[in-house]
């Protein structure tokens, strides 16, 4: 049984160690063999596959059969045509101040020339953009026909996104990546790869022959990440393994895998959905499930962005959007729509189509957290984040409130840990109605793993909260501004816990009301039924 590679992203290395190879070369063919207008776009999350998806490409325009066989494009490739290779890993060029970001974006080119032997009149070139030009252009009238592979086209702009130089950073990499666009006749095949679609890019506006990938070409909705048939099949073996590990069947191994890291749909014009492939290729010889892919990256950005937006992590289970909204994200403002979609924090769970005199269209998106594995992250992150807590901290705070609820302690959960959780909200995030400030609750009692019961409908109107354990039932009730005496009137007016009252459990009554002028709760009034 072959290892799964997670960390190794050079399809050479790959094959010539041993490694399992999950094989998408007929996808890959399929774009390579075109001799015009071969030029793409493919946005993914991070550390879905991007980078060795153009090292593949790099090792077929070398001619590296060798490294092909038994794989589906074997036969299909010309393996007698080879061509320069200009493969740049945008992460690398990525620099803390701009001028250190233009040294790096000179010495891209600097490089090129190095290792095809080039001369370049670098004295006559004004900025990196047009040096980036000039070098290309060198290279075809003495090469002919290359193929340039751009991977992370976005990391250099991303340094500068919480600073006041994003302006004079885009411009510059605006300038670099226009280089291209002079030499479009000279490029053989060009694949360039980000997790954003930056708006304001000259590889954007000028290229007019780029073909985007990204949402429109459902044929390719697969190419990035595995599909359930690719772990059932290719993974077969390592699937079993997973499953003995867990001491079940086969099925129920791939339901907890699909469960935790399955349904990221790209497209709306495809029903193919894919798994995290890093989450998987950790898991799968693991044998233990959790959250891989998350903890390759805290998203403070993208909790940052929901905060900016006034939402939380439980507001995610339905955004209506459109594609459209969904193809653009602009460095200015961030919209958290297309960021969190972007990231793979959000995914397409139903696509609206509407009848037209022109035919059939996708007029717009209901999208959702794709898996188990990035809600608990977002939920965990987000409180870290806009608490300003370390994980210590946080997760001190969370084995306190755990123990209180399982214990029953509902007095101390409310009045330390509940007065804590409030507290500890930083000044900048007001907590500006009964809704918002029940939220926060909400959500804190979830990631707790309580069983709560949102809005619980009774015959005269709907309790706020109505947390069960094996030691009781809670019915909780929210004031904003006026007094937890009225909380606990409405409660007994409205027979929020009469549904309980023939439970053998204990049934406590919670009033909490919520001051503006304290940022915090008064102190609650906690009664039995």
Not at 67 to 80: R, V
Not at 92 to 106: I, R, Y
Not at 213 to 222: I, K, S, Y
Not at 432 to 457: I, P, S, W
Request: glycine share 6%.
């Amino acid at each position: 049984m072959k290892p799964i590679a997670t960390a190794n992203y050079d399809f050479e290395g790959l094959i010539k160690g041993g490694y399992v190879y999950v094989d998408k070369t007929d996808m890959l063919y399929r774009l390579a063999k075109r001799d015009k207008d071969a030029i793409y776009f493919i946005s993914r999350p991070r550390r879905f596959g991007k980078s060795l998806m153009l090292s593949t490409f790099k090792c077929l325009f070398e001619g590296k059969k060798q490294l092909f066989k038994g794989l589906k494009i074997e036969k299909k490739w010309d393996w007698s045509k080879t061509y320069p290779v200009v493969s740049l890993n945008m992460r690398s060029e990525a620099a803390q101040s701009l001028p250190g970001l233009e040294k790096n974006l000179w010495g891209v080119s600097k490089k090129i020339a190095r290792e095809y032997g080039l001369k370049v009149n670098w004295r006559e070139c004004g900025d990196c953009g047009k040096a980036f030009s000039e070098t290309l252009e060198a290279l075809a009238k003495k090469h002919g026909p290359f193929v340039l592979l751009i991977d992370e086209y976005d990391v250099p702009l991303q340094t500068f996104l919480r600073t006041g130089k994003l302006g004079a950073a885009r411009a510059m990499l605006h300038d670099f990546y226009g280089g291209i666009k002079d030499n479009v006749g000279s490029i053989r095949f060009m694949m360039m790869t980000g997790v954003s679609k930056f708006t304001k890019l000259s590889v954007f506006s000028a290229l007019n022959n780029l073909t985007d990938l990204t949402m429109d070409r459902p044929e390719f909705a697969g190419m990035l990440g595995y599909t359930r048939k690719e772990i059932e099949t290719t993974l077969a073996p390592q699937l079993g393994a997973f499953a003995r590990k867990l001491r079940c069947t086969r099925e129920v191994a791939l339901k907890r895998l699909l469960a935790w890291y399955d349904s990221y749909r790209f497209s709306p014009y495809s029903n193919v959905k894919v798994l995290n492939p890093v989450s998987v290729g950790q898991a799968l010889p693991s044998g233990i499930l959790t959250d891989y892919w998350s903890k390759t990256g805290v998203p403070t950005l993208v909790v940052e962005r929901l905060q900016a937006g006034g939402k939380m992590p439980s507001d995610l289970a339905e955004v209506v959007t459109t594609p459209g909204d969904l193809d653009v994200c602009d460095a200015n403002d961030l919209p958290w729509i297309p960021l969190l979609y972007q990231s793979g924090y959000l995914t397409i769970k139903k696509v609206v189509w509407t009848d037209s005199p022109d035919g059939r269209y996708v007029s717009g998106l209901v999208l959702g957290v794709p898996n188990f594995e990035v809600r608990e992250n977002l939920k965990s992150n987000f409180w870290r984040t806009i608490m300003h807590m370390d994980e210590a901290s946080f997760t001190a705070l969370v084995d306190v409130a755990k123990r209180q609820l399982a214990e029953g302690n509902v007095d101390a959960l409310t009045n330390e840990t509940l007065f804590s959780l409030y507290a500890a909200l930083p000044s900048t995030w007001r907590v500006k109605d009964e809704a918002e400030a029940k939220r926060y609750f909400l959500m804190f009692m979830k990631f707790l793993g309580a069983t709560v019961h949102a809005e619980q409908t009774s015959a005269r109107g709907y309790a706020d909260a109505i947390v069960e354990t094996r030691k009781g039932v809670y019915v909780f009730e929210f004031k904003f501004n006026r007094s937890a005496k009225a909380a606990i009137r409405q409660i007994r007016e409205k027979g929020y816990a009469d549904a309980y009252k023939a439970d053998k459990r204990p049934v406590t009554l919670i009033g909490i009301n919520f001051s503006a002028k304290k940022r915090n709760i008064d102190e609650p009034i906690i009664e039995p039924l």
